[in-house]
């Protein structure tokens, strides 16, 4: 928005100094030309100007209405007055003696603008007079004002315009995300729901303790998967609130990452995850942010490896700060999806696994809010690597 409206601002300014730039050149040529043309006629006949220079007054007298808005004067060698135009009244130009191819730009008392041009009359190397022209500008400079104004009134309407634009599809985005929201969080709050309440079924049905068991421990499944969606919800809201509050203290990284990845585990029993985890990962966070960031990133990381799947987590303590490395065997995010990734509600694949597309909204916000930093590297079929660096308070 700020870019376009730099190129509108600068594209007017272009626009105004072009024109007043013609308009200008134009006034002085018109000045310029008809004193030379005056010159001209003069030197053709030096003894009619100074005894009876009324008809030099115009070059061309049949146009004479052509020249109307001219203001001409001759005066002698000695800046005497020989004769000037009717349209002067009792109006005289100030003359500069012995000076030739003068412009010079003049406000009469009465506030009128002129652009005065004199000439010199030389005859056989003897200077006889000088014509001096001039054009009132005061049209000119209004009619630039009034382009001024204009293009001032064009670019106000254009930025308004421009902003109703921008929140209409703003409105619009919310509308969409809103809708996405709904659909995604009624597909994914009813399924578990529907699954729990079908094991619960069972387990009261059946009198069998083994397949009570089953669906006992069916049941808790669901339920942690719920809970993580309710939380992640939650956080997402608060953060777009702006209302999360970090507790921060003093904690063990490595033992974090251990319990998440290990609930992980127990998940997606069959993941291999590989763990690189060093001794002292001390840190000053908030328990539940970095919970949550771990297991969103190791939670997708076994969401999207094939069923094998192998999953990293390093750790690495640089003394600044502590480097998190998660990275997956798994289908790779395309080059062009990378960068809406960690957007709201974006999901680069949402038919293959369940979630809603906020997992990676709340761990981008939850790493800033400490100060960090996420990145991804990934290929397509290959794989992909989020690093997060945290600093250590
Ligand atoms: P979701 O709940 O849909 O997983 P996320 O915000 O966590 O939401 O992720 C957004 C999208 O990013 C996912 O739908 C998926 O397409 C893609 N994604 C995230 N992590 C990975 C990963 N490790 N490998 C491949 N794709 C991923």
Known sequence: MGFMVMILISASMTLFTYYKKNLLNDIELRVTNIADEITLNIAKDPGKFLEDPTDLLYPDRENELYYSDMLIEFVD????????????????????KG????????????????????????????????VMAGIHTSRAYNDLNKLRNSLSLIMFTVVIMMLL??????????????????????????????VISGHAE????DDNPANQKEALKLIREESVWMNKLVSNLLSFFRSEAGVEKLLKKEMDLSEIALS???????????KNIIMNLPENAKLKADADSIKKILSNLLDNAA????????????????????VIKVSDDGIGIDKAEQKRIFDPYFRADDKKASGMGLGLAITKAAIRSHGGKISLASEPGKGSTFTVTLPLS
Request: no cysteine; charged share 25%.
């Open 260 to 270: 998440e990845a290990t609930s992980v585990k127990s998940r997606y029993p069959n």
């Open 303 to 322: 969401k999207y490896t094939g069923d094998k799947g192998n999953i990293t987590l390093s750790i690495e303590n640089t003394g600044k700060q502590m």
């Open 202 to 205: 069972v387990a009261l049905s």
């Open 99 to 130: 000076e030739d191819d003068v412009l010079s730009d003049i406000l009469t008392s009465n506030g009128d603008k002129l652009k005065v041009y004199q000439r010199k009359i030389d005859v056989d190397g003897k200077t006889i007079g000088y």
């Open 165 to 194: 634009g921008l929140r209409f599809i703003a409105k619009a985005e919310i509308v969409n995300d809103q809708r996405k929201f709904l659909s995604f969080a009624s597909h994914e709050l009813r399924t578990p729901l529907s």
């Open 77 to 96: 060698s000695s800046g005497k007055l020989i004769a000037k135009s009717p349209n002067m009244k009792s109006y005289r130009f100030i003359h500069f």
